[in-house]
């Protein structure tokens, strides 16, 4: 299905896409977005042998899919399957890596928003770490005085649509939000230990320090320039 459906509209992605283009919020900042990505994690149904690595927290079996959408609240792209325990950034590296995957690629001055649990390599444009970043933490009508906080808030504003689109899509097909199995007492009685997990999304931690040593400085500059601009906007 993927190769058919989940895919861009235009993989040249010439056009700017509407919200953006019609938003004095985002134009000019975030003039080369072209979507967002992030991971999710959907219970599933396997085999008891397989299951292990596919346990979360609250002991429920889940797979780690990582997805793109547009702003119109299409996906893009699905990569579906790995175990839950399967970081964000090692699902994203090999979807890159792995040309069978076909993921649609931002082409030169463009770039997919991404959080703190994705390097910034090209074509990816992530927050700055340490700094707040869900809007949630911020106050109504607060003044942000800080750079890297307006651009976070505005990044953070943007990238949503990609949280957006899961709900309406766990919301259309119910059965993702409870997938029928085993008993929650029966699956958690046959796993008591921890699992390898990300950083919360937009907090700094060590783990997303870790990630940070592989952006690269296109990106960076690409950032710098995007929190300038805004900057000189709110002056």
Same mark, same amino acid.
């Not at 235009?10 to 056009?15: A, E, P, S």
């Not at 949630?136 to 607060?142: C, H, L, M, V």
């Given at each position: 299905? +993927? %190769?058919?459906?989940?895919k861009?509209?235009?993989?040249?992605?010439?056009?700017?896409?509407?919200?953006?283009?019609?938003?004095?919020?985002?134009?000019?900042?975030?003039?080369?977005?072209?979507?967002?990505?992030?991971?999710?994690?959907?219970?599933?149904i396997?085999?008891?042998?397989?299951?292990?690595?596919?346990?979360n927290r609250?002991?429920?079996?889940?797979? #780690?899919?990582?997805?793109?959408?547009?702003?119109?609240?299409?996906?893009?792209? +699905?990569?579906?399957?790995?175990?839950?325990?399967a970081?964000?950034?090692?699902i994203?590296?090999?979807?890159? #890596?792995?040309?069978s995957?076909?993921?649609?690629?931002?082409?030169?001055g463009?770039?997919?928003?991404?959080?703190?649990?994705?390097?910034?390599?090209?074509?990816?444009? +992530?927050?700055?770490?340490?700094?707040?970043?869900?809007? %949630?933490?911020?106050?109504?009508?607060?003044?942000?005085?800080?750079?890297?906080?307006?651009?976070?808030?505005?990044?953070?504003?943007?990238?949503?649509?990609?949280?957006?689109?899961f709900?309406?899509?766990?919301?259309?097909?119910?059965?993702?939000?409870?997938?029928?199995?085993?008993?929650?007492?029966?699956?958690?009685?046959?796993?008591?230990?921890?699992?390898?997990?990300?950083?919360?999304?937009?907090?700094?931690?060590?783990?997303?320090? +870790?990630?940070?040593?592989?952006?690269? %400085?296109?990106?960076?500059?690409?950032?710098?320039?995007?929190?300038?601009?805004?900057?000189?906007?709110?002056?």
């Amino acid at each position: 299905m +993927a %190769p058919d459906i989940i895919k861009p509209a235009d993989r040249t992605f010439q056009d700017m896409p509407e919200p953006i283009q019609h938003s004095s919020r985002y134009l000019p900042h975030f003039k080369g977005c072209i979507g967002a990505i992030d991971g999710v994690h959907i219970p599933v149904i396997i085999p008891d042998e397989e299951q292990h690595p596919y346990y979360n927290r609250k002991g429920i079996i889940t797979t #780690n899919c990582m997805c793109a959408c547009d702003f119109d609240m299409k996906f893009t792209f +699905a990569c579906v399957g790995w175990e839950r325990s399967a970081h964000d950034m090692r699902i994203f590296l090999n979807c890159l #890596n792995n040309e069978s995957d076909n993921f649609p690629k931002a082409p030169a001055g463009k770039y997919y928003l991404v959080d703190s649990g994705y390097p910034m390599r090209k074509g990816f444009l +992530a927050p700055y770490k340490g700094e707040r970043y869900h809007i %949630p933490e911020f106050q109504p009508y607060e003044v942000l005085h800080r750079p890297e906080e307006r651009y976070n808030y505005l990044h953070s504003s943007l990238r949503s649509v990609i949280e957006r689109t899961f709900g309406v899509w766990k919301n259309k097909w119910k059965i993702l939000r409870n997938m029928p199995g085993k008993s929650e007492s029966s699956k958690t009685s046959k796993y008591t230990g921890g699992t390898s997990g990300h950083s919360e999304r937009g907090h700094y931690d060590a783990e997303a320090h +870790a990630i940070s040593i592989l952006d690269e %400085p296109e990106m960076k500059q690409v950032r710098d320039n995007i929190t300038a601009s805004i900057c000189a906007d709110h002056n």
